[in-house]
């Protein structure tokens, strides 16, 4: 009988018929509870569909059932980090670190982890491991070392950044401190980020990153960086702002943004949208906000996503067809009072450039923003706004609402 369910389960699963298949794995373990195979489906299904609960628990047999199973104590570690549980979830998969430490992808598992909860100093190590993934690409595979923080006084080195422009951003405060060293700094950036980060002191030449590099000595990501350094909770240069829009951008918006009266907010909804991306949002869901009197909204959203329905009470001033880089966003982001946006590269922005800034944050979110905190220690004016349950932004943009009401009243 058993052996028939499994085949029918099986079955099911393969065809994407994961509800009914979930239906029949429940049934095999209600007669052998130590089903290694039902356990794992129910507790992936489970966690799948935010039963947190009913995941760990199914986890927790299975490493009863498979305690020498990598995976299984990796999985329970990841429903423990969902559930809130976080030394929990580090010291599961630590101990499918101790089970297969060849595995890259438990180490950057655990690396993530360590970064949330703000253990900086171990989670830089682990996140190394990042490199040793083939199918992620991120090694470069340049003839030239890596540096590590060894003497490069008269030598050059290349500072590129594998990630985002979110992330080339966040980074790229690391640039000046680096002069300390008396290395000739060379920095490749996407084409976008080559006016704003034009001004950044201390950098000899600067690269769009698809084009032709000059010679070099020594190479480092950018993200690897704050380990190089030591960076610590504590210690993080937070110093803003960092970058600076070039004042030609300024100047072009200045005349076309009224001075006083209203509240000016930017509002992006959307990032790079990939399929099932748990960051965008629809802009309809934004819709709220328009409800708030002595407001304007300014669009900074740009790609396929800017051309979403604007809802009929929330007209947006809209000079995306202007933003042809950062440096124009950045220029334009000076001039208001405020920045909500999704997790995405014009967060980062303004939040290096100092200015206020409202961030949305999924439940599965980035370890950069940390566990339990409403402010980050990279962006002293950013404040997060974090989603309980995935998929839900309705509870997310009420308190941004209570949160703008009490920002109007205040007459910030």
Known sequence: MTDDLVATARQLAQSGRLPEAAVCYERILAGDPR??????????????????????????QLVTVQ?????????????????????????A????????????????????????LGQFEEGWRELEWRLAVPEWGLSRGFAQPQWNGSNIHGRSLLIHNEGGMGDAIQFVRYVPLLEKYGAE???????????????????????????S?????????????????????????????????????????????????SLKVGLVWAGNVKPQDPRSH??????????????????LQKGPESAQKRPENLPLIDFSSDLNDLADT??????????????????????????????????????RWLVNRADSPWYPTMRLF?????????????????????FVAEGK
């Open 213 to 261: 590099l000059p010679g070099f000595d020594f190479h480092v990501p950018s993200i690897t960086i704050p380990g190089i350094v030591g960076t610590t909770l504590q210690t993080v240069p937070a110093d803003v702002p960092y970058l600076h829009a070039p004042q030609p951008c300024i100047e072009f918006f200045r005349n076309r943004i009224p001075w006083g009266g």
């Open 386 to 406: 974090r989603q309980e349950t995935p998929g839900d932004w309705d509870g997310v943009v009420r308190k941004v609402g209570q949160a703008l009401e009490a």
């Open 67 to 91: 305690p020498l199973n990598p995976a299984a104590w990796h999985d329970l570690g990841s429903a423990l980090f969902d559930r809130g549980m976080a030394d929990e979830s580090v010291a």
């Open 330 to 367: 950045a220029g334009l982001i000076s001039l208001l009072d405020l920045v909500i946006s999704v997790d995405t590269s014009v967060a980062h922005l303004a939040g290096a450039t100092g200015k206020t800034v409202w961030t949305l944050v999924p439940c599965r979110c980035d370890p």
């Open 93 to 116: 998969i630590r101990v499918a670190v101790r089970l297969r430490p060849d595995l890259a992808q438990l180490h950057m598992s655990l690396a993530c982890a360590l970064i949330s």
């Open 35 to 60: 089903n290694a195979e039902a356990l794992g489906t129910v507790a992936r299904l489970r966690h799948a569909q935010w039963n947190l609960d009913g995941a760990i628990e199914a986890f927790r």
């Open 282 to 299: 629809l802009l309809s869901e934004f819709a709220p906000l328009g409800d708030i009197g002595n407001v304007k909204f300014y669009s």
């Open 185 to 211: 700094l060379i920095l490749e950036c996407p084409q976008e980020l080559i006016r704003l980060f034009s001004q950044i002191p201390g950098i000899e030449q600067i690269i769009a990153r698809g084009t």
